[in-house]
Nanobody, 122 residues
């Protein structure tokens, strides 16, 4: 199983980024896919999740209206579109796969990627 996250980088406040996570080694179409993040000195926290079909999404209050999660099952890839970025969004972002379509806690996830760094700073 592999989950390869990419797309992170340095961006100014108010800017945008699009993260991608390419999956392989498991039946992608039958797993909910989520994003978590871990800021400096903080615990890893839930960001957003998308259902197996992509029709249902759910996000943390802190990112609602700014982050959009989506997936392309033909490409085995999940995305996180981030706009209006703030310094407090600075974190390592992880993608993960869950047998639950609406997993919001780490223990609901079976597979994890290695993370991609997002830094929001002027």
């Amino acid at each position: 199983v592999q989950l390869q996250a990419s797309g992170g980088g340095l961006v100014q406040p108010g800017g945008s980024l699009r993260l991608s996570c390419a999956a392989s080694g498991f039946n992608f179409n039958t797993y909910g896919m989520g994003w978590f993040r871990q800021g400096p000195g903080k615990e890893r926290k839930f960001v957003a999740v998308v259902s197996w079909t992509g029709r249902r999404t759910y996000g943390a209050d802190s990112v609602k209206g700014r982050f959009t999660i989506s997936r392309d099952n033909a490409k085995n890839t999940v995305y996180l579109e981030m706009i209006s970025l703030k310094p407090e969004d600075t974190a390592v972002y992880y993608c993960a796969a869950s047998s639950s379509y609406r997993g919001t806690t780490e223990d609901e996830y079976d597979y994890w990627g290695q993370g991609t760094q997002v830094t929001v700073s002027s």
